[in-house]
């Protein structure tokens, strides 16, 4: 029997952010992974990103605490603020925010220098320039929507919707740990540190076909380094990536297991395996 493809609108959403190659559809998975463990882990995320799975594992029982590792400080200082004292404010921001193609070019336009303005002009640039990236040669205003009607930005933005994500997180602030920094240097870090789960989802930057280099403004990473940063932990961990030639030798040469699992990709609906590695994929179950 064929695994089954899991669908992003199965789960609320827990993230403030609209994320390119978010892990939405990966939760199911990553849900009977953490039910392996004898008791809910630690999760960390080093590639955090949007952070959508970290999230759902902590707010449905299946993580006792989140570490958040992020490089690019424009997503960090986000998850910094939603999980501090000032995410009030962020999200009072976010709910009186009408969002006009002049407001949302002057919060783009803008240099805030403190972390909720920096925040909140993230948010703004997420959810209405172009597919939500975030790389900064993306500040172009999303003009048209699904079959190239005119877009409404109010509705993008849905500030209530925003408000109240922010709000939610801000509730567990007590089980999650922000990190802005160097996601193979915390794998380093952290070798030996047991009690952990490690959730490995770079940016897909491997070949040069690869997405990341697209999306992400840090999408350079040393890929050698990181898989032999992976193989050499003491807990538990996986990562997910295309399945690619490049991908399945990186893991070979670190003498890590692969195994396929599907997913119904969002630009077309197309259905394509994607890769777990890992050093134990038994959880997974038969394909």
Not at 30 to 59: M, N, Q, R, Y
Not at 76 to 90: C, G, I, P, T
Request: aromatic share 10%.
């Amino acid at each position: 029997m064929p695994r089954p493809v899991y669908f992003t609108n199965q789960f609320p959403v827990y993230s403030p952010f609209q994320y390119p190659g978010g892990k939405t559809w990966f939760i199911h998975w990553a849900f009977k992974w953490l039910d392996s463990f004898a008791s809910p882990p630690h999760i960390v995320e080093p590639f955090a990103g949007g952070g959508s799975t970290s999230l759902a594992a902590v707010f449905n029982g299946r993580a006792s605490h989140a570490t958040l590792v992020e490089l690019d400080p424009q997503v960090a200082v986000v998850w910094r603020v939603v999980f501090s004292d000032r995410a009030e404010q962020l999200a009072r921001m976010c709910y009186t925010f009408n969002a006009t193609r002049d407001n949302a070019e002057a919060v783009i336009a803008s240099s805030p220098t403190d972390d909720v303005g920096r925040a909140f002009r993230t948010i703004v640039r997420n959810r209405l320039c172009f597919a939500g990236i975030l790389v900064h040669s993306n500040t172009t205003i999303r003009l048209t929507g699904k079959n190239k009607s005119p877009a409404d930005l109010r509705k993008l933005f849905n500030a209530p919707e925003r408000a109240r994500i922010i709000k939610t997180l801000y509730t567990a602030r007590d089980r999650f740990t922000v990190v802005e920094g160097d996601a193979i240097a915390e794998l380093e870090r952290r070798r030996d540190e047991k009690g952990l789960a490690w959730f490995i989802d770079p940016p897909y930057s491997a070949d040069k076909s690869g997405a990341g280099s697209k999306l992400y403004e840090y999408h350079a990473i040393d890929h050698a380094r990181l898989f032999s940063a992976m193989a050499r932990l003491r807990s538990p961990a996986i990562m997910t990536y295309d399945d690619s030639p490049t991908v399945l030798a990186l893991s070979a040469g670190a003498g890590l297991g692969v195994d396929r699992v599907p997913m119904r990709t969002a630009a077309t609906k197309e259905i394509k395996n994607e890769l777990v590695i890992g050093r134990d994929l038994r959880w997974l179950g038969p394909a």
